[in-house]
């Protein structure tokens, strides 16, 4: 069966069951109640109109929940009869239920789960598995972010930036699981990006497309990480930079640069190059100039002293750390990076096992580890 | 979003304020303690911030291999390893502090006398996986 069909169609469902009048919370119970019912039945019992099927059962489901309800409050006034269908949207639907999952009163983790759930159509299960957690912790936060959430109005308008920061988190740290949420945010984002026209929307779907392009080449089989510079260029995906370029030039277009657009617009410079040779450096800086003014973030001070390394020599990347705060994550990491290049293979060499001993991730401290043994050159007998 | 390793010691961490064996407590105390335990452990997981709590025994031995073909070697149990892991939590919470804070509050268990303990828990941050964005 068509999982992601069925995951496409479940913000649409949930849209439907609020309009009828479900508050938000019920009604996203009963629309997972719907999911996972469809996915026991479906593979041998597909529907005609899957929309439709799955309408039923979760307006079924959430009558039965509020039955229930009423009736351990002993209550008399339950709605009954199925009220006539509200008016037929969906796409403003779906972009409110991207709104109240990234409400802003919600943590990070809690706004991350709730996306995944209401607007991705995942199961509470395959979100603890993605994400490392037990069943029943993953399925807490997400009863508490509904919580928190209840009072909101449905149809209050919402901040794109809070949605485009969770769809961010899910596409940079998803982890591992039956669900790629790699694919998952650039699903989620593809579907946002046709509910709202924003340049922002468009430059992180890009970015999303142009990095996820380069997701074959860069590891190896071992499983270590292979740097872009040393990456098989050959096996990157034509087509996820076709589309990425595309969208990330209609956006550029309309002249009201973010950091998300200028971060696409260096993924599709490094997409460009037919060889690391080929890179073109001086734009790239030029681009982190704009991430610099556009988000003043350290971090990106940190990047862009790699490309200046690269476009000015490594004397002059060192100048541009030299600027910087030594307590940065990955600072270390960049400064062997400069002096190595700059010859300096011995203190290369000690900043690369220092900035694997602060490496935050396994793949980037067994990366650093290996290159500082490269350099301290024992070789195997 | 990150998970955090709260490690008790039976040994090898300083001392806590509260410091006095276990078995010198009364029943009603260690009843209380792991009463105290359950409930912020149930608490994490109304939260969404629970992964796992396990406890260990204090036996156990040293083991290594021997070479090909041969059984690994063991040594141990030893009565006075100066570091011996009691047992730990792993958490998944959303910044530092808030690991931090809940280690705190773990280390406020009830001892001797029902008072907080005071001990000293390690606080480890997991690895991660790589993140998906890297320049």
Redesign the interface.
Known sequence: MDELLLRSLTPGVLGVLVRRGADFAAAEDAVQDALVEALRVWPHDPPRDPRAWLVTVAWRRFLDATRAEAARRRREDVVDAEPAPGPATGVDDTLQLYFLCAHPSLTPSSAVALTLRAVGGLTTRQIARAYLVPEATMAQRISRAKRAVARVRFDTPGDVATVLRVLYLVFNEGYSGDVDLTAEAIRLTRQLATAIDHPEVAGLLALMLLTSARRAARTAPDGSLVPLAEQDRGRWDTASIAEGVEVLQAALARDQLGEFQAQAAIAALHADARTAEETDWVQIVEWYDELVRVTDSPVVRLNRAVAVGEADGPRAGLAALAELDDALPRYAAVAAHLHERDGDLATAARLYAEAARKAPDLAERDHLTRRAARLNGRRTS | ?A?YLLLKHYRGAPAAVNDVRMDQWTPEEISAHFQYMNDFAAK?????????AQALSDGGMWVRFDGEGRPPVTDGPFAETKDLIAGWMVI???TEKRAVELAGELSAAPGAGGKPIHEWLEVR?F?????????
Request: charged content about 35%.
């Open positions: 979003m998970k994490l997981e109304q939260t969404g911030e629970f992964v796992d998944d919470v959303d941050p690895l991660t996986e790589a993140p998906t964005i890297t320049e």
